[in-house]
């Protein structure tokens, strides 16, 4: 079948707008998303760019706006979104070139809530334990790929960028609720400032973004609740 | 410039307490409040005593009782202080320029107490003729 992909393309040496670029594409209604932007980049129009990796959903790179949502090309198959495809760069982060944005405000944020364990108790012989219990707390979030996508949808981090975001919340969530890791004070306090959690706003946005389906906005206000039973 | 970031959330935390913190919870309970009382409000206003039959004779006979006075001070307090905190929220969300930032957020705080000292003074002190 023929499908139209509709690119916003940006080049910052030749434009001074970006500007839209229509490409007429044959592919397989079981094709991905990814599949018609390396038809164009390989057949079509070779000075298009952007981010992939694995290109199978998990490496996390290929996150952009299709059809005004914030999906992994990789994972969107072409049934589901054509005839006509918009493919926009993910909105909220500084575009470098078409699709691929600067992820480093990104990445600051997720830096900022100290995503490692923090345990100075000396190891034990053998394997910090842990119950299937005490793991399935934060088992959902320990699902992010790190793809933005989330962030990148939801209106609390467009208006403001300082605002943490819910990809670093999930990253906090992953270590606060984790029965080995000493950080929890340490990384509730960060997230108790006024860019940190209280920022959100419950849009949802964020969930519905996620391509792990992790329930973000339910592991955000897991982070609020343990923050309001720290101070009652 | 980002590496900053983290000590600048933490230098943030710090000096701002728990301020959004309660904010955040005060919405969350005023709105369970306020969901009550305006239903019940409503219900007493529209059913009980009817909409057309509502003067100024009414609300001085029903502020004889000065549980009705409590109940309109609450139903003010809550949902004037619930509702600047929104106005607030929206605020911080979309007006980024300082000046006007401080600017509207001074307006909205001299008119939060404003409001609310004029309607608990006509509460405080109302007495019918």
């Known amino acids: 079948m023929e499908v139209t992909v509709r690119i916003k393309r940006y080049d910052p040496e030749k434009d001074g707008e970006p500007w839209w670029g229509e490409y007429k594409v044959e592919v397989d209604e079981t094709d991905r998303v990814l599949d018609a932007l390396h038809y164009i980049k390989w057949y079509q129009d070779g000075t298009l760019t952007f981010r992939r990796s694995c290109g199978h959903g998990i490496c996390g790179s290929d996150a952009m706006r299709i059809n005004g949502y914030n999906r992994l090309a990789c994972k969107v198959l072409i049934r589901d979104v054509a005839p006509v495809i918009t493919v926009e760069p993910l909105l909220g982060l500084p575009v470098i070139k078409d699709l691929v944005v600067d992820m480093e405000p990104f990445f600051a944020h997720y830096r900022a809530v100290m995503p490692w364990l923090i345990n100075d108790e000396p190891p034990p012989p053998r394997e910090r334990l842990q119950s299937p219990e005490e793991r399935e707390l934060f088992d959902d979030t320990t699902k992010c790929i790190l793809c933005a996508a989330c962030t990148t949808s939801c209106p609390a981090f467009w208006l403001r960028g300082e605002y943490v975001g819910p990809a670093a919340i999930v990253q906090a969530h992953r270590f606060i609720f984790d029965s080995r890791d000493r950080g929890a004070v340490q990384r509730l306090e960060i997230l108790n400032a006024p860019d940190g959690v209280w920022r959100c706003r419950t849009i949802f946005n964020c969930t519905n973004a996620c391509p792990r389906e992790i329930e973000i906005t339910k592991a955000i206000a897991e982070v609020k609740k343990a923050l309001i039973f720290s101070r009652l | ?129």
Not at chain 2, 76 to 102: C, K, Q, S
Request: glycine share 6%; aromatic share 20%.
């Open chain 2, 1 to 129: 410039m980002f590496e900053s970031l983290a000590a600048r959330t933490a230098h943030q935390a710090e000096r701002s307490g728990n301020f959004e913190l309660w904010a955040w919870f005060f919405m969350r309970v005023s709105g369970v409040i306020l969901l009550l009382m305006v239903l019940f409000h409503l219900f007493w206003m529209h059913f009980v005593i009817g909409v057309e039959n509502i003067n100024f004779a009414v609300v001085a006979e029903r502020w004889e009782n000065p549980l009705w006075r409590i109940y309109d001070l609450f139903l003010l307090i809550f949902a004037w202080t619930h509702g600047a905190n929104g106005m607030r929220y929206i605020i911080e969300d979309y007006v980024h320029a300082p000046g006007w930032r401080v600017t509207l957020k001074t307006v909205l705080l001299l008119l939060y107490f404003a409001l609310i000292s004029m309607g608990a003074y006509v509460i405080f002190t109302f007495r019918a003729p």
